[in-house]
């Protein structure tokens, strides 16, 4: 088949993905390139002509995809814009009182002294789609940041070595693979560098990590959070607290973790961990984010409220030892992209942003020198490790390792000590393995796991996941071909059903898989409702033969987090 006619496009700075990371890296770039010249014309030496920049975003509209609303470590945000708050930052309270909790069915109990990981007096809570909607902002207003939402980067481009760009989805295909009237191929976006802040599990960055062999040295590990917003009866909201907390005794057989904190205008905003690193074919982050509901604690606070907004996304838990080589000739990786997260802080926003702010201040390295090769690009690793994220993820970066052993050596032994050793522990370094792998065949697992745990939804504290989606804002176009590529579906309805039930059908929170049955052949067939998608990335990462690609849907599609 001929290829297709299509545009092109060339910039110096091409940005992938609107979150944090790129924002803040784009608009630190100006400020950087303006305080530059200003010193120039008053001291003297060469100006660096300001770069063209480009940021694309998949979602319809900047914050769209933006899950969390979040407890921000201020750290970065200070360094980016010191008088922040006299800008305007969405704050909608700052913590007063962390607490960390051991939940049971019956009722919790509040640890007498908050760990310090989850010590988040002073930080800010905010809607993070508001943040990055006042980041955007602040980029326009310089005038030389240019943002396309709607716009999903589908492939890197790469000549020999080189990154040289990224090509954007098609658009209007239909399901059979025909062109629509509307059918545009997808647009070649050429920069000097290409910049990849895709978040979790990025589509694109996954392409450019395996096409140059850019893994760390532990591979990448996940958990699913599930999150809701209720709004709350005004006597049940307690603005300025933050808990965080576990359920008692389950966490003992697998980690898990919850975290709540009250937003403005009586909302209450909690999730739930669910690691993806389970034996348990039947592991269903869901099924566990109802079920922490049916605590006496969330009972009594969701009494008399309403669900409001519901959603999910992986988390990024593998820290430093995961983390991916950070450039090549042509592009760099931020954020959780780059495994920037603190996992033991359940904290990315601000290491996310510092990871931006490296990347820019090595861009100018690479404008001042006209190349940007990894031998000036590499400058980004080394800032990284001069800087305090880098400190931070030290201290964290057996806590992945410490669970995989175990949760009993993690939590009593390993990482207290980890906290004492600057993050050492018992052993340095603790190898993982990739979270899939965790997974055990039915029959290996005793009996009583071989079924899910029965679990009924009232309707009115807990939903099934068909309902619950419906509180995401979620849309795709339904025809068009699956962005949910399935590399061999025989393998769905023989070895997997047989093997490990369809773990598909429990680990993806928007029920997005089902096992129909085909009523001539009588065999269950898999279905894909790739409307519900959350672009989670949960199928991703958990499906136990990896035929699972997650890949860019129509740019303009997905949920709609802006309400949470
Ligand atoms: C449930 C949950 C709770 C969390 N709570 C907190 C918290 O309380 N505090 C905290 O500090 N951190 C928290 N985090 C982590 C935090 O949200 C992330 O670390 C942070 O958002 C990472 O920023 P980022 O810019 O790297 O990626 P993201 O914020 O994920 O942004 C990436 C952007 O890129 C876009 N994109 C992706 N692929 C493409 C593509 N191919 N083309 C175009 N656009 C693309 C996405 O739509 C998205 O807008 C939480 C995370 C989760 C999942």
New binding site residues.
């Given amino acids: 088949m001929s290829e297709p006619e299509r545009e092109s496009m060339e910039v110096d700075v091409l940005y ?7 924002l803040a890296s784009a608009y630190h770039l100006v400020k950087q390139v303006e305080a530059h010249n200003e010193a120039v014309a008053a001291e003297g030496g060469s100006e660096i002509e300001m770069p063209t920049i480009l940021v ?4 319809a509209e900047v914050g769209d ?4 609303d ?4 201020p750290k970065a945000i200070q360094e980016l814009m010191p008088d922040f708050v006299e800008q305007g930052f969405p704050t909608e309270h700052v913590v007063t009182d962390s607490q960390f909790r051991l939940f049971s069915r019956g009722g919790s109990i509040k640890s007498p002294i908050c760990p310090p990981p989850f010590q988040k007096n002073g930080y800010h809570v905010a809607s ?1 789609s508001n943040v990055v909607k006042w980041l955007a902002a602040k980029c326009e207003e310089t005038e030389c940041i240019e943002i396309y939402p709607g ?3 589908a492939e890197i481009l790469t000549e020999g070595e080189r990154v040289l760009g990224i090509r954007t989805g098609e658009m209007g295909v239909a399901a059979d693979g025909s062109h629509k009237p509307t059918y545009q191929p997808g647009m070649d976006i050429l920069a000097r560098v290409t910049v990849l ?4 599990r ?3 960055a996954k392409q450019l990590i395996d096409r140059f062999d850019m893994h760390g040295m532990n591979p990448q590990t996940y958990e699913t ?1 599930i ?1 809701e917003i209720w709004r709350v009866k005004p006597e049940k909201h307690v603005p300025g607290r933050v808990i965080h907390g576990s359920l008692f005794p389950e966490m003992l057989g697998q980690l898990n973790g919850m975290w709540l904190y009250d937003m403005k205008d009586n909302l209450v905003s909690f ?1 739930y961990v669910t690691s993806l690193a389970s034996e348990n074919p039947n592991n269903d982050p869901h099924r566990d984010a109802q079920f922490f509901k049916t605590t006496k604690f969330m009972r009594d606070l969701l009494e008399g409220g309403e669900l409001v907004r519901y959603g999910a ?3 990024p838990t593998g820290g430093l030892y995961a983390q991916p080589k950070l450039y090549c000739d042509g592009a760099m990786i ?4 780059a495994s920037m ?1 603190n996992i033991m802080k ?5 290491m ?1 942003m510092k990871s931006g702010m490296l990347a820019a201040e090595t861009i100018i390295d690479a404008l001042e020198q006209d190349d940007f090769s990894s031998l000036t690009l590499g400058g980004y690793t080394e800032r990284f490790r001069d800087s305090w994220a880098y400190q931070e993820h030290l201290e964290g970066r057996n806590f992945t390792g410490s669970n995989e052993i175990g949760t009993p050596f993690a939590m009593g032994l390993n990482i207290p000590l980890m906290m004492i050793t600057g993050g050492r522990g018992l052993i340095d370094p603790i190898k993982t393995h990739p979270s899939y792998k965790a997974m055990k065949k039915i029959w290996e697992l005793p009996r009583s796991l071989q079924e899910p745990e029965p679990f009924e939804f009232d309707g009115v504290l807990t939903f099934s996941k068909e309902h619950l989606v419906g509180f995401s804002g979620t849309a795709h176009e339904a025809d068009q071909p699956h962005h949910l590529k399935v590399a061999d579906k025989e393998i769905c309805s023989g070895e997997c059903a047989r093997d490990y039930n369809n773990p598909c059908e429990k680990f993806c929170p928007a029920a997005v898989y089902e096992m129909v049955e085909n009523k001539e052949t009588g065999k269950k067939e898999l279905f894909i409702h790739h409307e519900n998608c959350v672009h989670c990335k949960t199928c991703d990462i958990a499906d136990p033969y990896q035929i699972i690609t997650w890949t ?1 849907p129509e740019g303009g599609e997905g949920p709609d987090y802006s309400q949470m």
Avoid: M, R, W, Y
């Avoid at 992938?16 to 790129?22: S, Y």
């Avoid at 979040?70 to 470590?73: F, G, L, R, Y």
């Avoid at 359940?346 to 601000?350: D, F, I, K």
């Fill in positions: 992938v993905g609107a979150g944090p990371a790129n694309i975003e998949k979602a995809h933006q899950l969390s979040a407890v921000i470590n993070l716009f999903a980067a802040g895709e978040g979790v990025g589509s694109v959070g999150k999730g996304k992986c988390i931020l954020g959780d992209s997260l359940l904290a990315g926003v601000h996310a860019t």
